[in-house]
């Protein structure tokens, strides 16, 4: 069955940085784009970003941009978010996500449970 | 960006009620709409995808709606499992958005 499990969440400073990991399993990972959604104490959700199966093709939110880079790693069937500059907006749980029929409409189907991140001094 | 609208921010319903949830966007997304339900302490679960395609594993009770600016998502008949927040969602262009949720609560 589709797994999800991110992983290197924690406490960080304003100004630091941060780098999230999502190991997937039960399904061909390169096949698949991939996303980071986000969902801030007691808030709804946001997009964060996603790549393309093969890693060529990138899309970011605004209040991202410039700060969090989305990469994978297809050999370990895996998803990592670096994040630099930290604010403490940035706080949140951080959803790995899977992306099914990207070019017919885009469900993201598979969730995992999350990472939380808090930025505080 | 798209903006996404949801309406009630929040409802309260007995078992075995139905429940309408209406979500629009401030532009045609023709179909590109997707529901997911969230119970506290866990992650969405993809309900709805396609405006009206009911996700693999997802009782038939749940049903979607909708084209271009205006969606509805219904629940026929309200279980106890289904107190739950419902969000709803646009894939017709970057940045995706969601609406603002509904929290479907016990009367």
């Known amino acids: 069955q589709v797994q999800l499990v991110e992983s290197g969440g924690g406490l960080v400073k304003p100004g630091g940085s941060l780098r999230l990991s999502c190991a997937a399993s039960?399904?061909?990972?390169?096949?698949?784009?991939m996303s980071w959604i986000r969902q801030a104490p007691g808030k709804g959700l946001e997009w964060v970003s996603y790549?393309?199966?093969?890693?060529?093709?990138?899309y970011n939110s605004d209040s991202v941009r410039g700060r969090f880079t989305i990469s994978r790693d297809n050999a370990k069937n895996s998803l990592y978010l670096q994040m630099e500059t930290l604010r403490a907006e940035d706080t949140a749980m951080y959803y790995c996500v899977r992306v099914d029929d990207f070019w017919s409409g885009r469900k993201f189907d598979y969730w995992g449970q999350g990472t939380l991140v808090i930025v505080s001094s | 960006d798209i903006q996404m609208t949801q309406s009630p921010s929040s409802l309260s319903a007995s078992v075995g009620d139905r429940v309408t949830i209406t979500c629009r966007a401030n532009?045609?997304?023709?179909?590109?709409l997707n529901w997911y339900q969230q119970r506290p302490g866990k992650a969405p679960k993809l309900l709805i995808y396609?405006?009206?395609s009911l996700q693999s594993g997802v009782p038939s009770r749940f049903s979607g709606s909708g084209s271009g600016t205006d969606f509805t998502l219904t629940i026929s008949t309200v279980q106890p499992e289904d107190f739950a927040t419902y969000y709803c969602q646009q894939t017709y262009s970057t940045p995706l958005t969601f609406g603002g949720g509904t929290k479907v609560e016990i009367k």
């Open positions: 790549i393309s199966g093969s890693g060529s093709t990138i």
């Open positions: 039960g399904f061909t990972f390169s096949g698949y784009y």
């Open positions: 532009q045609s997304i023709d179909i590109y």
């Open positions: 396609a405006a009206s």
